[in-house]
């Protein structure tokens, strides 16, 4: 039987099968074309009496974004069936969780970055024996964030910036030590919004640099 956090994140996600065309597209750039490149990430949500988001921290040693705090994830690859496949994948690769440790929900909402990336968030509920493995090379750390805080915009700190004559907020939490912005805390905060607004799927982002 499912969980009541089960029902309540189903509420809360769009379905796989309605596809991505129900979704809202959010542009973290200032470019008018469609990114390059498709990714996806896994939105981990640990099955406890008090839930929690599993996030990583990016190894020093990638390219891209070293240092920083974000979900598993990337980009999709030939062979993946889906975007579902993808997050599955990067997630078991880059902290071992695998397929019979998750059940994926459904789909957030989509964001263009400024990395050239068309991102697509998906929600999975992970057992909470899983135990996580992080593959050094691409990740230096795994931590928790309870997600009561994680996705509650008054967690966050919220600054007004303008660019190009556009005004954005940025924000940003501060948890024992990690710095969560950018895409994560933009796809945190959507996660947020629906949860506060089941079934009407209201989106909420935040600009970031």
């Known amino acids: 039987m499912p969980s009541e956090l089960h029902n309540k994140l189903l509420s809360a996600v769009s379905p796989f099968d309605e596809g991505v065309s129900a979704l809202k597209l ?17 939105v981990p949500v640990l099955d406890k009496p008090e839930p929690e988001i599993v996030l990583t921290v990016r190894s020093e040693m990638l390219m891209q974004h070293p240092g920083q705090v ?28 695998t397929f019979s440790q998750v059940s994926p929900l459904g789909f957030l909402d989509r964001l263009d970055t400024i990395s050239d990336y068309r991102v697509l968030p998906v929600v999975g509920l992970v057992r909470s024996s899983f135990v996580w493995k992080p593959d050094q090379r691409e990740v230096s750390e795994v931590f928790t964030v309870p997600m009561e805080l994680a996705i509650d915009h008054r967690s966050y700190s919220h600054k007004e910036v ?48």
């Open 26 to 42: 959010n542009v973290l750039r200032n470019k008018d074309s469609r990114p390059n490149r498709t990714a996806a990430v896994l």
């Open 70 to 97: 974000s979900f598993p994830g990337g980009s999709v690859d030939r062979t993946d069936r889906s975007a579902v496949s993808t997050a599955l994948r990067e997630a078991e690769e880059e902290i071992g969780l």
């Open 162 to 209: 303008v660019e190009d004559g556009k005004k954005y907020v940025i924000s940003s939490l501060n948890w024992q030590g990690h710095k969560i912005w950018g895409i994560t805390a933009a796809i945190l905060l959507n996660f947020g919004s629906r949860m506060e607004n089941p079934g009407h799927k209201t989106a909420l982002f935040s600009k970031y640099y």
